[in-house]
């Protein structure tokens, strides 16, 4: 390819709407165009990263034993009545009606229309397990598309779904995918770490994501983890607290209401009472599904909203507002303002405590009087009737690994893959079943496996650049060199370079010629910013039979012979090929 053919603009400015350095330097060397709000272009050096990250895929999935097939993008309102999404997927799903008045969706995922598929076709036992997939473009109606391809609301996604008679069979499969996620992801040059996760809208018991770790704002979730192989989404994560037990008795010793005045916070009411928070019952409302619940936990600890989502079989979760705490209030006959709420005496609302609750004694609460709190209570001075305990509590950092007992560590990750276990969560309800040996119906167990085809690419370049551009791993870069004649006004410099070029190209190289009559200046800083693997520049050096070889990894430069440069690009296109 010759760079004045390329279709490629690079910019001189980052665009003003990136915040990530995947989305800026994506879209500031001509790799992307945004079209609208979390909707992308993928121009012709992207589509052949994109690409190659899914032939990496399409390898390892096809190795593992999964077939390929290709599904409808929009699909019909009928089977996600049949599954029960249709109303508890949420805002994400982006709804549409036809001429005929007939209720569509784009697909966020595919597993009602792949259920069916199976209903139809797999009717016994002696055709399963079975694994199969598809790569395409997915729709969901992000509320913060951002961060360009890393959360866009089209998005490219591999998607592969398992059907099997066992769970034991799941189950072998689940490590099948696993073991192909590690090779499809270590081949894009990218380092990941399974971490175990909540299951989401997806559903499903136990799930686990791919992780890039990373330091910057790319990685939207906390992942902690332990020397030992402890890791976990903060979504799931769990510890044991080294102060687990805590007693106020010290502070005080019975039960009564006292004067508080002016303590909305936690942080005011422990310095009024000249207490640790640890001894103050924190209660929190929320509202998920539209209905209130009351979130009990010690005071110095938060409150993971997905782990209280889950805990009451929620799809979405906010706190509430301060109106919507008083209207609790008053429907309860109390007019306390939030600061001053609590447990005690209300009536017909879920009310769940943390598990840090249980071993609280003679603490300072709420009781739904404005500038007031009881101190010295238990759990017996509040008349809960069926308090439920669960885990709602966000792990933090230096709390105990539950596995090993040593002190848990938080990074970021950005999340570049997610397999579930389902189970029949989608079987049962759509009565997908298969005859079994015994001769009777039973619902297939089944697995899904996702893979960001586009986030990959995205994280790809959050792990590999500098500031002056991306660096490509070689397995997914668009073009694996470039060749640079210095001045193409000098005969024997284009010349040498246009052999070097051909030689690279009928040695299966795929390569660039950087033909623009250009100061030498622009065509590095384009090459740098493009991120070719390796640069070969023809300049003066060429009178003593020498060009100059840089890797864009490590910026080391060395001088070759323009035959030793070809063979060293050669050689490293084949071992990564092999
Ligand atoms: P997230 O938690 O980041 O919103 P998710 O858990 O909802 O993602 P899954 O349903 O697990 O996503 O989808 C499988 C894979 O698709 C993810 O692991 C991710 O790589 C990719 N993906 C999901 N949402 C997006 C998006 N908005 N933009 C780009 N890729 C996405
Ligand atoms: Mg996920």
Redesign the pocket.
């Known amino acids: 390819m010759k760079m004045s053919n390329l279709f490629v603009q690079t910019l001189r400015e980052f665009p003003s709407d990136a915040e990530v350095i995947s989305h800026k330097m994506l879209a500031r060397a001509g790799y992307i165009r945004k079209l609208t709000s979390g909707v992308y272009n993928y121009l012709p050096l992207m589509w052949r990263v994109l690409r190659k990250v899914e032939t990496i895929v399409r390898d390892e999935m096809d190795k593992a034993g999964a077939q390929e097939l290709l599904m409808p993008f929009v699909q019909p309102k009928e089977l996600w009545m049949e599954s029960g999404r249709w109303e508890a997927y949420g805002k994400e799903l982006m709804r549409l009606t036809d001429r005929h008045n007939r209720e569509m969706c784009l697909g966020p995922?595919h597993e009602e229309i792949i259920t069916a598929i199976a209903r139809d076709v797999l009717k016994s036992y002696k055709q399963l397990p079975t694994n199969l997939y598809q790569i395409q473009s997915k729709f969901?109606d992000?509320v913060r598309p951002r961060f360009g391809?890393?959360?866009?609301?089209e998005?490219i996604?591999k998607d592969a779904y398992s059907f099997a008679t066992s769970q034991e069979d799941l189950e072998k499969e689940y490590k099948n995918m696993a073991q192909a996620y590690t090779n499809i992801f270590k081949r894009c040059g990218l380092d990941t770490k399974m971490v175990q996760s909540d299951s989401?809208?997806?559903g499903g018991s136990v799930s686990h994501?791919f992780m890039v770790i990373t330091d910057t704002d790319a990685g939207?979730n906390d992942v902690f983890y332990c020397e030992c192989d402890y890791a976990a989404n903060s979504n799931h994560a769990v510890s044991n607290l080294p102060d687990a037990v805590v007693d106020g008795s010290n502070f005080f010793d019975t039960a009564k209401v006292i004067d508080t005045p002016s303590t909305h916070t936690i942080e005011q009411l422990a310095e009024f009472l000249s207490i640790p928070s640890t001894i103050i019952l924190k209660s929190l409302v929320y509202i998920v599904d539209k209905k209130p619940v009351i979130a009990l936990i010690r005071a110095d600890k938060t409150v993971e909203e997905t782990k209280l989502m889950n805990a009451v079989g929620g799809m979405d979760i906010r706190i509430a507002t301060s109106a919507e705490i008083e209207e609790l209030m008053q429907q309860n006959g109390f007019d306390a303002v939030p600061g001053f709420i609590g447990p005690k005496g209300i009536k017909n609302i879920t009310i769940i405590a943390d598990n840090t609750v249980k071993n609280m004694k003679n603490f300072v609460v709420g009781v739904n009087q404005t500038d007031k709190h009881m101190v010295g209570a238990n759990l017996s001075d509040l008349d809960i009737s069926d308090l439920k305990y669960e885990d709602l509590r966000l792990v933090e950092a230096g709390e105990y690994c539950p596995q090993c007992g040593k002190s848990l560590k938080v990074t970021r990750g950005i999340?570049?893959?997610?397999i579930f276990q389902l189970g029949t969560k989608y079987s049962k309800p759509m009565n997908a079943v298969y005859l079994d040996a015994d001769g009777k119906a039973k619902p297939y167990i089944m697995g899904c496996y996702?893979?960001?085809i586009?986030?990959?690419a995205a994280a790809a370049v959050e792990a590999h650049h500098d500031e002056w551009g991306i660096k490509w791993p070689l397995a997914i870069a668009p073009y694996h060199a470039i060749v640079i004649p210095v001045s193409t006004k000098d005969e024997t410099q284009l010349k040498v370079a246009t052999e070097l070029y051909e030689k690279l190209l009928s040695n299966g190289v795929e390569v660039v010629i950087d033909d623009r009559d250009e100061r030498p200046g622009v065509k590095f800083k384009d090459a740098d910013l493009i991120g070719f693997p390796f640069k070969i520049t023809v300049g003066k050096t060429i009178s003593e039979g020498l060009v100059e070889f840089v890797v864009r990894e490590d910026g080391e430069k060395i001088q070759l012979t323009p035959d030793e440069a070809v063979q060293v690009i050669v050689e490293a296109v084949k071992r990564n090929q092999a």
Not at 149 to 153: K, N
Not at 415 to 418: F, L, R, S, W
């Open positions: 995922t969901r992000e391809l890393l959360r866009g609301r998005f996604m989401g809208a997806i994501e939207e999340e570049v893959g997610n996702g893979i960001g586009s986030r990959t």
